[in-house]
């Protein structure tokens, strides 16, 4: 293995480190810490690897066997992901002091953190459905940790059917990319099932992107509302 690779590795665990130290014990402070290193470790493998750096691991595969890799594509997320993950850890050192469980809170970030990278780094279509899955269901049970009233329950339900109705699409062209062998690099044939996956691939991917836009667009409308009405 490389050394990014070794860096990489070693950062997505140090992240796990963070979420076992958030579960285990009160430091869920330090936990926070050891996540935002872990992720500067694996952002600066992939601004690595997208500034020329070898390639880490192995290319995309049809077969459904767990698979890695790095590229400069996913070099290129994996750096935004770590731009966005470290400064968010460091915050959240001290705004959630006033959270409930704020240990719990750490450590359901730090999963995320790591579904996130896995889902980047996923090279076969089982280890991608398997980490979209979580991408998904992450942020819900975090909101239901800090939030159990009825409306945030509401909410998150309503995200959850959504989410994964649309998910129907994401799971279907990816199964039949796999099943065509076309993750592989082999081409997909037939013009009606290369249209069959495009349609289903941007309802399932879109849906998703739709509902955090939808989600942010309302909040902000809310708070619009009440500063107008405070007025």
């Known amino acids: 293995m490389s050394a990014a690779g070794v860096v990489c590795a070693a950062g997505a665990a140090l992240v796990g480190c963070g979420v076992v130290l958030a579960l285990a014990t009160q430091a869920w402070r330090l936990a926070l810490t050891l996540q935002a290193a872990g992720m500067s470790a694996v952002g600066g493998c992939g601004a690595a690897v997208l500034f020329g750096a070898r390639h880490l691991g192995v290319g995309f595969r049809s077969s459904f066997a767990p698979a890695f890799g ?36 750490a450590a359901l970030s730090g999963v995320f953190s790591v579904a996130l990278v896995g889902l980047v780094a996923a090279r076969d279509v089982a280890t991608f459905l398997g980490f979209w899955e979580l991408m998904t269901l992450l942020p819900a049970s975090v909101i239901l940790v800090v939030r159990q009233d009825e409306r945030a329950r ?6 959850l059917a959504i989410t994964h109705l649309g998910g129907i699409g994401v799971w279907a062209s990816m199964l039949i990319l796999a099943g065509h062998g076309a993750l592989g690099g082999v081409p997909l044939h037939g013009a009606g099932l290369r249209a069959l996956v495009a349609v289903v691939a941007i309802v399932g991917f879109g849906t998703k992107a739709g509902r955090c836009r939808c989600i942010r667009g309302c909040r902000a409308h809310i708070r619009w509302r009440r500063r107008t009405c405070l007025r």
């Open 154 to 159: 509401r909410d998150v339900f309503a995200y």
């Open 70 to 105: 790095v590229d400069r594509l996913s070099g290129f997320f994996l750096a935004v992901l770590a731009l966005i993950a470290v400064p968010a850890a460091i915050y959240a050192r001290d705004a959630l002091g006033d959270a409930r469980h704020p240990r719990a809170v």
